[in-house]
């Protein structure tokens, strides 16, 4: 259940950042929304392969990958393998994992990416 609710929370405050069209010091605007994503997260360890981006044009009827722009709808998927701690529960799933996915989508406002 932690580790759920920390990937949502983390997933919403890395949409949060990203809808403000802001970039962290001069990393790549995906990096900077990873970056937002870890701080909000600091007890997991997320790969990079674990972030999906996709957005929704202005006018569009489905969603394309890609972070999105101004007046457009932003989604941010993670995808996490948990390693369960618990040894009486971690022989009953797949090598001791949960698969876990976690996604916030929000309108960007306008701002320029």
């Known amino acids: 259940l932690y580790c759920h609710l920390a990937l949502q929370n983390g997933a ?3 949409t949060r950042f990203a809808v403000t069209g802001s970039v962290s010091g001069s990393m790549s605007r995906v ?3 990873k970056d937002a994503f870890r701080r909000a997260t600091p007890t997991l360890t997320v790969p990079d392969s674990a972030f999906t981006f996709s957005h929704l044009a202005v006018g569009g009827a489905s969603f394309v990958a ?3 722009g101004p007046n457009e709808v932003e989604r941010l998927t993670v995808n996490y393998q948990w390693r369960l701690m618990t040894p009486v529960l971690r022989p009953f799933f797949t090598s001791g994992q949960i698969s876990l996915r976690a996604a916030s989508t929000m309108k960007n406002g306008g701002t320029a990416n």
């Open 12 to 14: 919403a405050q890395a």
């Open 31 to 33: 990096d900077s929304i």
């Open 66 to 68: 890609g972070t999105g």
